[in-house]
């Protein structure tokens, strides 16, 4: 599986953005996805996860109620749509594919596929 995240930028604190993950590969809409981020000098963190279905979805505290994930697998596209965004999450941001079918959806060690990366900064 491919990835390729997209959709980061500069905005103000208050502000949305909505980052996108493509797949590419036979098996794209059938591996559950995730998004990490990773801070300067901090290290990686859960922000979200969604089943292979859609059906089922996993926030991490500090952006439950402000982001949601979704999927198209008919596109095989996963969205991260943050809203009400803070200084505080800016970072890399980065999609996974996760490659095992038990266990947490919360462990990065779970994903076996990742995509470049693309940056977030909230600005004050």
């Known amino acids: 599986v491919q990835l390729q995240a997209s959709g980061g930028g500069l905005v103000q604190a208050g502000g949305s953005l909505r980052l996108s993950c493509a797949a590419s590969?036979?098996?794209?809409?059938?591996?559950?996805m995730g998004w990490f981020r990773q801070a300067p000098g901090k290290e990686r963190e859960f922000v979200s996860a969604?089943?292979?279905?859609?059906?089922?979805?996993f926030y991490g505290d500090s952006v439950k109620g402000r982001f949601t994930i979704y999927r198209d697998n008919a596109n095989n596209t996963v969205y991260l749509q943050m809203n009400s965004l803070k200084p505080e999450d800016t970072a890399v941001y980065y999609c996974?594919?996760?490659?095992?079918?038990?266990?947490?959806?919360?462990?990065?060690?779970?994903?076996?596929?990742w995509g470049q990366g693309t940056q977030v900064t909230v600005s004050s």
């Open positions: 996974a594919a996760r490659v095992y079918y038990s266990g947490s959806y919360y462990y990065a060690g779970q994903y076996g596929y």
């Open positions: 590969g036979r098996t794209a809409s059938s591996v559950a």
């Open positions: 969604i089943s292979r279905s859609g059906d089922s979805t």
